[in-house]
């Protein structure tokens, strides 16, 4: 079994950057790919970008390429989103999840075996 705890959210003004954390727990060694979705009030959850832990390789959403980064420190078992500019639009709870399948880097909700709790974040205008 594996939990997933996330940080890092809140409320930031347009434009701003924000860091959220994923950490995982529960197993010594955790070889799964994560990913990050977000899913904002009346809308489906949508995939923002995943990494797989053995070799660092990301895959992103074409709305958040080149504003968002995903990363890994493989030693603190945590996963981190970057998120710069944020717009408004980007108000949302954001979760981030673990893929059993470790040479998998899928966007599909259903492919993700665990997810953490989903901070909120905020962006006014």
């Known amino acids: 079994q594996v939990q997933l705890v996330e940080s890092g959210g809140g409320l930031v003004q347009a434009g701003d950057f924000l860091r959220l954390s994923c950490a995982h727990s529960?197993?010594?060694?955790?070889?799964?790919?994560t990913g990050w979705f977000r899913q904002a009030p009346g809308k489906e959850r949508e995939f923002i970008a995943a990494?797989?832990?053995?070799?660092?390789?990301?895959y992103y959403a074409d709305s958040v390429k080149g504003r968002f980064t995903i990363s890994r420190d493989n030693a603190k078992n945590t996963v981190y989103l970057e998120m710069n500019s944020l717009s408004p639009e980007a108000t949302a709870v954001y979760y981030c999840?673990?893929?059993?399948?470790?040479?998998?880097?899928?966007?599909?909700?259903?492919?993700?075996?665990?997810w953490g709790q989903g901070p909120r974040v905020t962006v006014s205008s």
């Open positions: 990494i797989r832990r053995s070799d660092g390789r990301t």
């Open positions: 999840a673990a893929d059993r399948a470790t040479l998998r880097l899928s966007s599909l909700v259903g492919d993700y075996d665990y």
């Open positions: 529960g197993r010594t060694f955790n070889p799964y790919t």
